[in-house]
């Protein structure tokens, strides 16, 4: 029998942390394949991951010859993300909405699937839009999360649903516009075939054709 357990984001990413990179995630790997596919980083760019957890997207961007830099408020998540080849000594333990960098110090600021942990994001997007000329936003998709998509996680016969909030699409733009920023490009994207081996991985196949019709991530980029 699941137990199902709602615990607050803090709490749930140190009981994720030790395993987190070692699960498939579906949205992950659906965000990692749409954004990498579209975001132009170049060689020598500074880029700053907000919310940056184990370091998914700083191994992306260096591996690209990038300068990488990290927050996030978990250090059980930064401490996997330390053990990374490269990323030793790349992060820091602080809150997105009061970035511990100074003015245009990074050339694009990524935030992933951190922003709905947020109750208001309009500060978050000021500090970003401080700090970066492009602020690149990504988080499970509006629709998807009024269809009943958790933020979760399982462990042994419990899942732990990770509690917060559903932030509006002309919310979100509204916060980027009032903190300056210009949209360049959105991305509203649904799982593929690329998603379908993780879905089967987990025993959840049955209903990956059902998801696949709703859009499950949206990832928007602003520039200042």
Request: charge should be positive; charged fraction near 25%; aromatic fraction near 8%.
């Given at each position: 029998?699941?137990?199902?357990?709602?615990?607050?984001p803090?709490e749930?990413?140190?009981?994720?942390?030790?395993?987190?990179?070692?699960?498939?995630?579906?949205l992950?790997?659906?965000?990692?394949?749409?954004?990498?596919?579209?975001?132009?980083?170049?060689p020598?760019?500074?880029?700053?991951?907000a919310?940056?957890?184990?370091?998914?997207?700083?191994?992306?961007?260096?591996?690209?010859?990038?300068h990488?830099?990290?927050?996030?408020?978990?250090?059980e998540?930064?401490?996997?993300?330390?053990?990374?080849?490269?990323?030793?000594?790349?992060s820091?333990?602080?809150?997105?909405s009061s970035?511990?960098?100074?003015?245009?110090?990074?050339?694009?600021?990524?935030?992933?699937?951190?922003?709905g942990?947020?109750?208001?994001?309009?500060?978050?997007?000021?500090?970003?839009?401080?700090?970066a000329?492009?602020?690149?936003?990504?988080?499970?998709?509006p629709?998807?999360?009024?269809?009943?998509?958790?933020?979760?996680?399982?462990?042994?016969?419990?899942?732990?649903?990770?509690?917060?909030?559903?932030?509006?699409?002309?919310?979100?733009?509204?916060c980027?516009?009032?903190?300056g920023?210009?949209?360049?490009?959105?991305?509203?994207?649904s799982?593929?075939?690329?998603?379908?081996?993780i879905f089967?991985?987990?025993?959840k196949?049955?209903?990956?054709?059902?998801?696949?019709?709703?859009?499950a991530?949206?990832?928007?980029?602003?520039r200042k």
């Amino acid at each position: 029998m699941t137990h199902s357990i709602a615990v607050d984001p803090m709490e749930g990413y140190c009981l994720w942390s030790a395993d987190y990179d070692a699960a498939p995630n579906p949205l992950l790997a659906l965000e990692m394949r749409a954004v990498s596919g579209r975001l132009n980083v170049p060689p020598g760019a500074r880029v700053l991951d907000a919310g940056s957890g184990t370091g998914r997207w700083m191994s992306w961007a260096q591996s690209r010859g990038a300068h990488v830099f990290g927050i996030d408020l978990c250090p059980e998540m930064l401490r996997q993300a330390e053990r990374k080849p490269g990323l030793a000594g790349r992060s820091a333990l602080a809150d997105i909405s009061s970035v511990p960098f100074m003015d245009d110090a990074m050339d694009v600021a990524l935030c992933s699937f951190t922003i709905g942990y947020v109750k208001s994001p309009a500060r978050v997007f000021r500090e970003l839009a401080r700090v970066a000329r492009e602020v690149v936003v990504s988080d499970m998709h509006p629709i998807a999360a009024r269809a009943g998509w958790t933020r979760s996680f399982r462990r042994g016969d419990r899942v732990y649903d990770l509690a917060h909030h559903n932030h509006s699409i002309s919310g979100m733009d509204m916060c980027a516009h009032e903190a300056g920023l210009v949209r360049r490009w959105r991305m509203e994207v649904s799982f593929g075939e690329p998603e379908r081996a993780i879905f089967r991985s987990a025993g959840k196949e049955s209903t990956f054709d059902k998801v696949r019709l709703l859009p499950a991530v949206l990832i928007t980029s602003w520039r200042k």
